[in-house]
């Protein structure tokens, strides 16, 4: 389907089967969307309210959205953007909710919920068809059940949509790349409340910008195709280290993850103590006995104090880095700081060891890029990260700290680094300079395609290219 073909699709046959012509003018009036939604509209007060508002991340959990709608369907995401838009108040999509500074529940908003939309199906050609509410892991379940793999985070309830549009980092993503670069076409309702088909061929400039542009910039995307590949066995490793170790940790593993092959990704973890400790995980995608001399090459630098190695098929693997094995623990979220780093090249180790000596919590998360990440051009796709050897993550759970406490660790892991770059699916309020950090060269582009789906600014928050 061609440009105008979708516009007039949009226009007129959307837009009259969703019924929005018949709303007429909206009086900010809660009651007539509530009426005229297939789901449901909750707001505050309803029983459901204090349960359907919380973001995942707890230290949010004060925000107040003035009603979160249960979309049924993509008509009802239409009906809502007509409302926010007509309305001029705040409005945001929730695929998961897992947004790290708290963006998919606007204070005094319309969180636009997503979660019913939540089918996956896997056709013959192996494309995988999954509607935006769905969560990690579910979608890794059916793929399982397939006998398919997409390269996609490890987090269970993470939702597909705020992971693919922001880039997606997979524990198998040095082979198969990152989320998005799998992505085929998408459904993309956008702020003027028009349904619009997308991939390569239709609507080019927002798909590009689907594919790493991060979520809530364009439109609400309603459901994704994506290309799978045939499911492999997952050799998963572990390797444990003495206390003090850590800087000799650090610098041995970014020696040694460079050139690497494709078929393994690999983590350091640093945690924050008197010394602080240090860890290494990864998988394998081959033959056992080949990873066995890679490890050698770490482990004849830096001896540790345990090593496992285990086999698994692909389903159990992907349950296993989600903390689902032997089965997912119930959760409702948790309080944490958290931001991030893109390297391009080496850190320090003494100075990230250094920045965590001491301190009552935090960790610092290094996870191996290249392979097929680095071979698509920077801006093949909105996401411009190609160059990177890792990217890093500053955590801080604020459980035995407090916020500030945690936001001090955080900004100091952050900026201490060295780097300038970050990743948007980590996104982080306090970041400096966010839009060069995230985008990079790639964000004139996508600053263009977001004043053009969005010239009214209907989807603007305080990290939005709107």
Same mark, same amino acid.
């Given at each position: 389907?061609?440009?105008?073909?979708?516009?007039?699709?949009?226009?007129?046959?959307?837009?009259?089967?969703?019924?929005?012509?018949?709303?007429?003018?909206? !009086?900010?009036?809660? =009651?007539?969307?509530?009426?005229?939604? &297939?789901?449901?509209?909750?707001?505050?007060? =309803?029983?459901?309210?204090? &349960?359907?508002?919380?973001?995942?991340?707890?230290?949010?959990?004060?925000?107040?959205?003035?009603?979160?709608?249960?979309?049924?369907? /993509?008509?009802?995401?239409?009906?809502?953007?007509?409302?926010?838009?007509?309305?001029? +108040?705040?409005?945001?999509?929730?695929?998961?909710?897992?947004?790290?500074?708290?963006?998919?529940?606007? !204070?005094?908003? @319309?969180?636009?919920?997503?979660?019913?939309?939540?089918?996956?199906?896997?056709?013959?050609?192996?494309?995988?068809?999954?509607?935006?509410?769905?969560?990690?892991?579910?979608?890794?379940?059916?793929?399982?059940?397939?006998?398919?793999?997409?390269?996609?985070?490890?987090?269970?309830?993470?939702?597909?949509?705020?992971?693919?549009?922001?880039?997606?980092?997979?524990?198998?993503?040095?082979?198969?790349?990152? &989320?998005?670069?799998?992505?085929?076409?998408?459904?993309?309702?956008?702020?003027?409340?028009?349904?619009?088909?997308? =991939?390569?061929?239709? !609507?080019? $400039?927002?798909?590009?910008?689907?594919?790493?542009?991060?979520?809530?910039?364009?439109?609400?995307?309603?459901?994704?195709?994506?290309?799978?590949?045939?499911?492999?066995?997952?050799?998963?490793?572990?390797?444990?280290?003495?206390?003090?170790?850590?800087?000799?940790?650090?610098?041995?593993?970014? $020696?040694?993850?460079?050139? &690497?092959?494709?078929?393994?990704?690999?983590?350091?973890?640093?945690?924050?103590?008197?010394?602080?400790?240090?860890?290494?995980?990864?998988?394998? +995608?081959?033959?056992?006995? /080949?990873?066995?001399?890679?490890?050698? *090459?770490?482990?004849?630098?830096?001896?540790?104090?345990?090593?496992?190695?285990?086999?698994? $098929?692909?389903?159990?693997?992907?349950?296993?880095?989600?903390?689902? @094995?032997?089965?997912? %623990?119930?959760?409702?979220?948790?309080?944490?700081?958290?931001?991030?780093?893109? @390297?391009?090249?080496?850190?320090?180790?003494?100075?990230?060891?250094?920045?965590?000596?001491?301190?009552?919590?935090?960790?610092? %998360?290094?996870?191996?890029?290249?392979?097929?990440?680095?071979?698509?051009?920077? !801006?093949?796709?909105?996401?411009?990260?190609?160059?990177?050897?890792?990217?890093?993550?500053?955590?801080?759970?604020? +459980?035995?700290?407090? /916020?500030?406490?945690?936001?001090?660790?955080?900004?100091?892991?952050?900026?201490?680094?060295?780097?300038?770059?970050?990743?948007?699916?980590?996104? $982080?309020?306090?970041?400096?300079?966010?839009?060069?950090?995230?985008?990079?060269?790639?964000?004139?582009?996508?600053? *263009?395609?977001?004043?053009?789906?969005?010239?009214?600014?209907?989807?603007?928050?305080?990290?939005?290219?709107?």
């Amino acid at each position: 389907m061609g440009r105008g073909a979708t516009m007039e699709f949009g226009r007129r046959t959307f837009i009259q089967a969703t019924g929005l012509v018949a709303l007429g003018a909206w !009086e900010h009036d809660w =009651d007539r969307l509530r009426r005229a939604l &297939t789901g449901r509209l909750v707001l505050p007060g =309803d029983d459901a309210y204090d &349960t359907v508002r919380r973001p995942y991340n707890r230290v949010y959990a004060h925000r107040r959205p003035a009603a979160v709608a249960l979309c049924a369907d /993509e008509s009802d995401v239409a009906r809502c953007l007509d409302f926010a838009a007509r309305q001029r +108040i705040p409005v945001a999509a929730r695929s998961g909710g897992h947004s790290y500074a708290g963006y998919s529940v606007p !204070e005094g908003g @319309l969180v636009i919920d997503l979660a019913a939309l939540r089918g996956i199906r896997i056709d013959h050609r192996g494309r995988a068809h999954v509607g935006a509410g769905t969560r990690m892991i579910d979608l890794y379940d059916e793929l399982a059940r397939a006998g398919r793999l997409l390269p996609a985070g490890s987090c269970p309830t993470v939702g597909i949509g705020g992971l693919a549009l922001g880039g997606g980092i997979s524990v198998v993503g040095r082979k198969y790349g990152l &989320t998005c670069d799998r992505l085929l076409a998408a459904r993309v309702v956008t702020p003027d409340s028009r349904l619009r088909p997308t =991939d390569p061929h239709t !609507e080019p $400039d927002l798909f590009w910008a689907l594919r790493g542009g991060g979520g809530g910039n364009f439109g609400v995307v309603t459901s994704f195709t994506f290309d799978t590949a045939p499911a492999p066995d997952v050799v998963v490793f572990t390797l444990n280290f003495p206390a003090g170790a850590a800087t000799d940790v650090l610098g041995a593993w970014q $020696d040694w993850m460079v050139g &690497t092959p494709d078929g393994l990704w690999t983590a350091c973890n640093v945690v924050a103590g008197s010394p602080p400790g240090t860890g290494v995980v990864g998988t394998w +995608i081959g033959p056992e006995r /080949e990873l066995v001399p890679l490890l050698d *090459r770490l482990t004849a630098k830096v001896s540790p104090t345990g090593r496992t190695v285990v086999p698994m $098929d692909y389903g159990t693997a992907m349950r296993y880095f989600a903390g689902c @094995l032997p089965a997912c %623990q119930p959760t409702d979220g948790t309080p944490f700081v958290a931001s991030s780093r893109m @390297l391009n090249r080496p850190v320090d180790p003494a100075r990230v060891v250094t920045l965590l000596a001491g301190r009552r919590a935090g960790r610092a %998360q290094f996870d191996s890029f290249g392979g097929a990440i680095g071979r698509v051009r920077p !801006e093949a796709t909105a996401f411009p990260h190609r160059r990177a050897v890792a990217s890093a993550q500053a955590f801080v759970d604020v +459980i035995d700290v407090s /916020e500030a406490e945690a936001r001090r660790t955080v900004a100091d892991l952050r900026d201490g680094l060295g780097h300038d770059t970050g990743y948007v699916n980590y996104i $982080d309020p306090d970041m400096p300079d966010w839009r060069t950090a995230y985008y990079g060269r790639n964000l004139p582009r996508l600053s *263009r395609v977001a004043r053009r789906y969005d010239p009214d600014r209907v989807l603007a928050f305080p990290q939005g290219l709107a």
